[in-house]
């Protein structure tokens, strides 16, 4: 089964929800990465966060980047994501251990004390940029945090990644509940009632439940009305012309060391780990394209 979101409204348009399904993606990433079950859940949960995120943007060029920069052992981890559903993603330190804290996996010690980022490129000059610093490092109380202080949208966030016992990825998903300002107190306070009363992401996770059902199990009886669906995945947009172009970049002194050395070299992109190798005439040809 494809990965997929549900955009939705409930409460005559004074919220909206986003749920996920993705594990499909987080096990892509994890493949990719050859990731540790932490890795995979933090960089997961990120991700998961990223897509549901990235289909918030209004155009279909409009991109999202999600930073989290901590000082544990995971070290940086980033998120990039467009409307299309769209999502990559990339950890400093894909491998890391750390042993269980109270016999559950410890995410909040892997990614430590630190600040997330959101950079938002909407085809204005300059990228719309908000930092937060990070509440628990569990990712998603800092995602809600990010949305009550950067853009001043109430908002509640799940996200979970269940791994099996062969490091393979069980389940993924996530939801996004948002208060639209049209919000009247006495449905916030009702909501606020639900948000506690609800089960936990992992839980419904482990039912089995799809991203239609998250939303029914928090907005049911909210006059929910599923908007659309936005199939979702793993997709880098690296290119050997993309790859080019940054070693064009580095200039030409640096490329003639390259042709120097005698050696084809190969460039690995960070979000997928794809690799590209360029021959010595290739190399050649970089270095008359180079303008410095």
Avoid: W
């Amino acid at each position: 089964m494809k990965d997929y979101i549900v955009r939705a409204t409930a409460a005559n348009g004074q919220v909206r929800a986003f749920a996920i399904t993705s594990k499909n993606t987080v096990e892509e990433a994890r493949t990719r990465h050859n990731m540790s079950p932490i890795g995979t859940i933090a960089l997961g949960r990120l991700l998961t966060g990223g897509a549901m995120m990235g289909t918030m943007m209004k155009n279909d060029s409009d991109v999202v980047t999600i930073q989290i920069k901590g000082n544990g052992p995971i070290g940086a981890m980033t998120v990039t994501a467009n409307a299309k559903g769209e999502v990559k993603g990339t950890v400093a330190n894909p491998q890391v251990m750390l042993p269980l804290k109270n016999g559950k996996i410890d995410v909040a010690g892997a990614v430590g004390i630190g600040v997330i980022s959101v950079i938002k490129d909407i085809g204005l000059r300059e990228p719309y940029v908000g930092d937060t610093i990070l509440i628990t490092s569990e990712i998603a109380e800092d995602l809600t945090y990010y949305f009550a202080t950067s853009e001043q949208v109430p908002s509640s966030v799940g996200l979970g990644v269940l791994m099996n016992h062969d490091n393979t990825v069980r389940e993924a998903g996530g939801f996004i509940i948002q208060l639209m300002p049209n919000a009247t107190d006495e449905f916030i306070d009702k909501l606020e009632e639900r948000i506690k009363s609800i089960k936990s992401i992992t839980y419904m996770l482990e039912e089995g439940m799809t991203p239609e059902q998250i939303l029914e199990h928090i907005l049911g009886d909210m006059d929910l009305e599923i908007l659309d669906t936005i199939e979702t995945g793993f997709k880098c947009n690296c290119s050997k012309e993309r790859v080019s172009k940054a070693v064009i970049s580095v200039g030409k002194e640096e490329i003639q060391k390259m042709i120097d050395d005698g050696k084809p070299i190969e460039v690995n992109c960070h979000f997928c780990n794809s690799h590209y190798n360029f021959t010595i005439p290739e190399l050649q040809e970089l270095y008359n394209q180079a303008t410095h």
